[in-house]
């Protein structure tokens, strides 16, 4: 079975999801973030996996459901720390982040499904997941990151290594408050999207 790893920042304000400030407060903008690791991690809890490893970027909290390893992420630039992730694993991995609140344990358990990798990008040209059959952290080195161009260049590693990789659908991550709109709207029950209309609400008091 496969490792999944969830790749994650500690849920403060001022720390996670500055780009939704404005028109969220610093606050706010980390009650969804932490709405949305948490709704991460529920799908993560209900995919059947061999570990389920969360590799973080501070404390655990509240939000952390049992039956997960956790890990710090190492020091250094975003391609290193997703390489290092994937060296606490042994045997096949997927790892995913933080800014999809709307995955779901179908489009998790696919995974890898007999492929080399699976790659699944993301709607601003990065990549939302990431899946190994053997895992092998030089894959990430170097792949610049936080660009539009950064889903096609690890899509073009995996491809230059030989790989068989399983295409997984597009999703949209969480940057925005646009984006955040639109995401609850794919997964209105969850809890980011009750976060969000609570948000809202505040707003317009």
Do not use: N, Y
């Amino acid at each position: 079975m496969t490792t999944l790893l969830v790749i994650a920042k500690e849920p403060r304000p001022g720390r996670v999801k500055t780009r939704l400030t404005p028109p969220f407060t610093p606050e706010q903008a980390a009650r969804l973030a932490e709405a949305a690791l948490a709704d991460t991690l529920q799908a993560v809890a209900a995919t059947p996996a061999a570990r389920r490893v969360l590799v973080l970027d501070g404390t655990p909290g509240r939000w952390l459901p049992p039956g997960f390893d956790v890990v710090p992420q190492c020091a250094g630039t975003l391609d290193e720390r997703l390489a290092d992730a994937f060296a606490h694993c042994t045997g096949p991995a997927l790892l995913i982040g933080m800014d999809t609140p709307q995955v779901t344990p179908a489009l998790l358990a696919g995974g890898l499904d007999g492929h080399d990798a699976c790659f699944g990008p993301a709607e601003d040209g990065g990549f939302w997941a990431l899946g190994l059959a053997e895992p092998d952290p030089a894959l990430l080195r170097g792949v610049p990151m936080s660009t539009p161009q950064t889903g096609a260049v690890q899509r073009e590693r995996l491809g230059a290594a030989g790989l068989r990789v399983r295409e997984l659908p597009r999703l949209r991550d969480v940057d925005t408050a646009a984006d955040a709109h639109a995401v609850a709207a794919l997964a209105p029950h969850g809890r980011f999207a009750a976060r969000l209309a609570r948000c809202a609400t505040a707003d317009h008091r």
